[in-house]
C-alpha cells in the first residue's frame, strides 16, 4: 500500500524566509508520481507540480523547487523569498501507475506572516 | 483550461435528507473522483470512477454512493445525511498522464 506523510502540520515565517516542506512517501512500486497541490483559503487544490519516478533532477519554477531523492524516500517542496500570497495548505501526493488513485498526506498549513 | 464545476459552493441539510452533490468535467476525462477534507485527516477518498457505468469504493465510501451516467457527470449521494458527514467535498477529474484537476469544493453542513 502507498503512504505519503508530511509530518509538518503547521508552520509559519516571517515573509522574505525560505522555507522547506517535507515530504515521505513509501511504495512497493518502481514505477510512481508524485505531485504538489497548494490549497488557498479560497477552497479550490492548485496543481504544482508532478514528478515520476526516473526523473530525480531537481526542479525551479521561480521562487518553487522541489529536491526528489529516492534514496530517502522524500520529495520535499522550497519557496525562496516567501510572500504572503504562498499562505496556503500545501499537499503532497502519489500515484502508481495504472487504475489506482492518488495518495495524499495530510498537508501543511504555511502562514507567511507580513 | 480543464473546468471542474460543482454544483454548490455551501449546502446546509437537514439530518436524514438525501442529499446530491454533482460534479461536471468539460475535458472528456475518463478518471472523476470524489474526496472529502477534513480538519487534520486530509483529502479522504471516497469513490471513484474509471469509466461511465463503473465504480469503486474509496476510503471511506460509507453512507456514500454514487452515479456517473454520463463521461462528463458524476454524481455523490448520501441517502440520508448525517452530522458526521459534515465536511468539505472535493471532486477531481484527471488526464491519462495523471494530471488531476479539482472542482471547487461544495462545503456541505448537516444539521
Known amino acids: 500500500a502507498q503512504k505519503v506523510t508530511q509530518a509538518q502540520t503547521e508552520i509559519s515565517v516571517v515573509e522574505k524566509e525560505d522555507v522547506t516542506l517535507d515530504c515521505v512517501y513509501e511504495t512497493r512500486d518502481t514505477t510512481y508520481y508524485l505531485f504538489w497541490y497548494k490549497q488557498p483559503p479560497s477552497g479550490e487544490l492548485v496543481f504544482l507540480i508532478r514528478r515520476n519516478s526516473f526523473d530525480e533532477q531537481n526542479e525551479i519554477s521561480g521562487r518553487y523547487s522541489w529536491n526528489f531523492q529516492k534514496s530517502t524516500s522524500s520529495f520535499n517542496f522550497t519557496i525562496t523569498a516567501s510572500q504572503v500570497v504562498d499562505s496556503a495548505v500545501y499537499f503532497c501526493?502519489?500515484?502508481?501507475?495504472?487504475?489506482?488513485?492518488?495518495?495524499f498526506g495530510k498537508g501543511t498549513r504555511l502562514s507567511v506572516i507580513a | 483550461d480543464v473546468k471542474v464545476t460543482q454544483s454548490s459552493r455551501y449546502l446546509v441539510k437537514r439530518t436524514g435528507e438525501k442529499v446530491f452533490l454533482e460534479c461536471v468535467q468539460d475535458?472528456?476525462?475518463?478518471?472523476m473522483f470524489w474526496y472529502r477534507q477534513d480538519p487534520g485527516l486530509g483529502l479522504r477518498l471516497i469513490y471513484f470512477s474509471y469509466d461511465v457505468k463503473m465504480k469503486e469504493k474509496g476510503d471511506i465510501p460509507e453512507g456514500y454512493s454514487v452515479s456517473r451516467e454520463k463521461k462528463e457527470r458524476f454524481s455523490l449521494i448520501l441517502e440520508s445525511a448525517s452530522t458526521n458527514q459534515t465536511s468539505m467535498y472535493l471532486c477531481a477529474s484527471w488526464t491519462d498522464s495523471y494530471e488531476q484537476y479539482f472542482g471547487p469544493g461544495t462545503r456541505l453542513t448537516v444539521t
Open positions: 501526493a502519489l500515484i502508481v501507475s495504472g487504475n489506482t488513485p492518488l495518495v
Open positions: 475535458m472528456d476525462h475518463e478518471n
